[in-house]
């Protein structure tokens, strides 16, 4: 007779602790606004105990399930696809307006979609996109405190571990999840605080620095990364405009910025696969001209890649460059999680796309138009991509050409 | 080794099938904005699936969860009890001024808030109701279509049927909800159709005769309950101001309508314990003046009644009468499901507070002042409870006193 395996509670009521006290830091008072999927309910169970317990006004628990989701794909007429909840998304903006607060917990299974029909899965995004965008905009412009946790689904599970029975796998995926986002440590909520303020330290000398590029080199990598202009590094906790500093993405190791979407030159080797909509995009080289890819190739999926890179004008160029040391605890852990949440925290990555508005100096106080002539990229997309690895090397290269050592064979040089 | 008892899934098809086509009577192109607990997961996942080859535009699941309602009840900070998601009511109201049809699944643990403090339940309750308001009218105006079905719920399952295991007694509720619902039938819609047909010659009936009043009598009950000025019968099927003719109670027995607010004279002895917010009050006996609850007692919960009849003053006055033949379906059962929405089926049945506008000749076109004057009642809540047997008798009295005989020993006299 053998045992299943189970996911351990006890780890379950930390990661939801570190959500509440370092991802969010809830303060009492506000509303909080929770989107999970039905297979995350126990971790959201102790989240909304948490949040109660740190004087929650209202929290609204909005859960999706991949039966139903799947059910509309697989039952509904043809008008549907063109449709979303408008209701529910102005009801969220409204919340936000009111300083609600915002936790995405993800962990839907990757492939969910794989088996529907592309075009209906595009026209479903795109009116979701399109309803969700003025309340998106709160969140992507800081205006609230709102963070990101994950939680095991069986699919996912299965896939970063397909040679173990379901119930091992979804364990393992547990406790890579909790290694990742630093529950496992003595006290969570303390290995946060360390963990920002080196982050802070980070990108703090980067900004000293003012470097007007980062020049990648190594194995199939030889990229010059042209820093936007008035472009700021940001890592860690962020201050939000409602004066709440709160941990965007649970985990991250990161430190980014916007590169300059017309001063990218070069070659590059993606380091690790890319999982995109189900498909798995393997070996990506691609070279830049001006800031614009004009040669993409990939060993797998290069149609797929072709297809993302011909979205609009702005998803040949880059929105994020983002430094990742290899010893960090996802890179060391090997486990590939099919998921960008983790995977970009793996290594150091760029980002075609959409570009962050936080990431300049005063960027709060920027129009569209003025980060535009400071070199930010718009795009309806952001797809994250690792280029770093134990063989990278990275110099800052400043306006008059002296470069300084920023990251040496995958480490911080500094 | 033993089997664990199941649900039949092809029965839980049957109800949802059921829910859309004769509880909602779906039509395509619209919303649907849909309540229920985790639990009732496999039949939400159903009607999903009914209700887009139907051809619904977009379905909106609000999912609820035990552990997060009591999570809220055993963490939360005083000042959440006073507080609701303004926002998300405020969206609902919004889908319904867009015709979006409104489903409830209903199967909570009965039981869910007993140990709670039930001032902090009252306070919850008040502010969810004022919250939800502006919605329900759309409901209980019967703006547009709705409809209520059930689903075992555990903790319900084991209240109905203790001495049987777990497993067991969710298959045994599953079944008598099944019973109750027609779905057990070779054609469940053509058997809606014929119950349909029945109801609607029983309240044509009453409409034609004009009672000015019902006279209840049995043991312990000796009551006349006086009817409000153009009220109209009404049982099954409804047409919804948006054309749609819905079944919004998935089962329903009773034909129903609106008291006078002031003309309810004599005591009543409840037939069957009601079982509110988790308290369970047997026995309860009231002594009616002028309309009023004037004096009111239970074996037990007198306390929690008593808290019911002062949360405002229209809790003391009556919104609803029912007629529920003693061998209905549900009654013949023999099983109580501690939910009003079987028990009021299994007998008639007076509520307390809120009465249905719709229950008047051209309800739809009075305003609430002409509602009120013509006897109709208003309150936050709207509470039913059993007063009908094997042994009660019912006379209508016509204004000059006619009596005519409508109810003998628990069943239909005409
Ligand atoms: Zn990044
Ligand atoms: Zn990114
Ligand atoms: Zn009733
Ligand atoms: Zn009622």
Chains 1, 2 share one sequence.
């Not at 139903?68 to 998304?89: C, M, S, V």
Request: aromatic share 8%.
């Amino acid at each position: 007779m053998s045992e299943k395996a189970m996911i351990d509670p006890a780890m379950v009521d930390r990661l939801a602790e570190v959500a509440v006290k370092v991802g969010l830091r809830l303060e009492a008072g506000q509303d909080l606004v929770l989107t999970a999927p039905t297979t995350a309910l126990p971790l959201v169970r102790r989240i909304v105990a948490h949040a109660y317990a740190a004087g929650a006004n209202v929290i609204t628990p909005i859960l999706s399930d991949e039966a139903i989701t799947l059910a509309r794909f697989e039952n509904g007429h043809d008008a549907t696809f063109d449709k979303a909840a408008d209701w529910l998304y102005r009801g969220m903006r409204e919340a936000f307006d009111n300083n609600a607060a915002r936790l995405a917990i993800s962990g839907d299974n990757p492939m969910m979609l794989s088996a529907q029909d592309p075009a209906k899965v595009a026209r479903v995004n795109r009116a979701t996109s399109a309803a969700y965008k003025p309340a998106l905009e709160k969140i992507s412009g800081f205006d609230i405190n709102w963070s990101i946790v994950s939680y095991p689904n069986p699919a996912w599970a299965k896939l970063v571990f397909p040679d173990l029975p379901e119930d091992e796998a979804i364990v393992a995926l547990a406790k890579a999840i909790f290694a990742a986002s630093r529950v496992d440590q003595p006290d969570p909520v303390a290995a946060w605080n360390a963990h920002n303020a080196n982050l802070a330290q980070k990108s703090g000398w980067l900004n000293g620095q003012r470097f007007a590029s980062l020049h990648f080199t190594g194995p199939g990598t030889d990229l010059m990364v042209g820093l936007a202009d008035g472009h700021e590094w940001h890592g860690g906790a962020s201050l939000a405009k409602n004066g709440i500093t709160c941990n965007p993405n649970i985990p991250t190791e990161e430190v980014f910025t916007t590169p300059h979407a017309l001063r990218v030159e070069g070659y590059v080797s993606a380091t690790k696969p890319l999982s995109h909509n189900g498909t798995l995009i393997r070996d990506i080289r691609v070279r830049f001209e001006g800031g614009r890819i004009v040669e993409a190739h990939a060993a797998t999926g290069e149609e797929v890649l072709q297809k993302v890179l011909d979205i609009d004008e702005g998803a040949r160029r880059l929105g994020e460059v983002a430094l990742v040391p290899h010893s960090s605890p996802i890179s060391a852990s090997g486990v590939l999680f099919y998921n960008t949440l983790f995977d970009e925290n793996a290594a150091c990555h760029i980002a075609l796309g959409q570009c962050y508005s936080d990431c300049f100096v005063d960027g709060a106080k920027l129009t569209p138009e003025q980060i535009k002539a400071q070199g930010g990229n718009s795009s309806l997309i952001h797809i994250d991509w690792m280029i770093g690895s134990g063989e990278v090397d990275i110099d800052g290269v400043a306006a008059d050409g002296t470069r300084t050592a920023v990251f040496r064979r995958g480490e911080w040089a500094l």
